[in-house]
């Protein structure tokens, strides 16, 4: 058997004054218009920030690479005294003793070393 009975009967809320539609809409405008100021500052300040966020970043750059350059200076000073020596007389001749090199008709006599002791 169908049901021919009416659908329910909805409740309607009676119309709005134009006082309350305006006290809607001027929320709704006053809101709009705090978020939009909102969103507003927070970029205008996120903009302002970049240059300086980015002077940190450069600025902990440049700290890594002069501790680098120390380094490197402190490593040319090394290897400059090292050089001046390997060019003098006394260096070029402890270099070749070093590589197995000994005059012509020089007695050479080697040390022994703990490994060749205990065989």
């Not at 020596?85 to 005059?103: D, M, N, T, V």
Request: no cysteine; glycine share 6%.
């Amino acid at each position: 058997m169908a049901n021919h009975s009416k659908p329910p009967h909805k409740t309607v809320s009676p119309p709005r004054t134009r006082t309350q539609r305006r006290r809607w809409d001027a929320i709704w405008r006053l809101l709009g218009i705090s978020l939009g100021v909102s969103l507003g500052l927070f970029l205008y300040v996120r903009w302002l920030s970049l240059p300086w966020s980015l002077g940190v970043q450069t600025n902990h750059e440049v700290r890594i690479l002069e501790a680098r350059l120390q380094g490197l200076h402190a490593e040319n000073v090394s290897l400059s005294k090292r050089r001046s020596y390997l060019k003098s007389p006394e260096g070029i001749e402890a270099l070749a003793r070093s590589r197995g090199y000994h005059h012509p008709g020089e007695q050479v006599y080697l040390e022994p070393t703990p490994s060749t002791q205990n065989k």
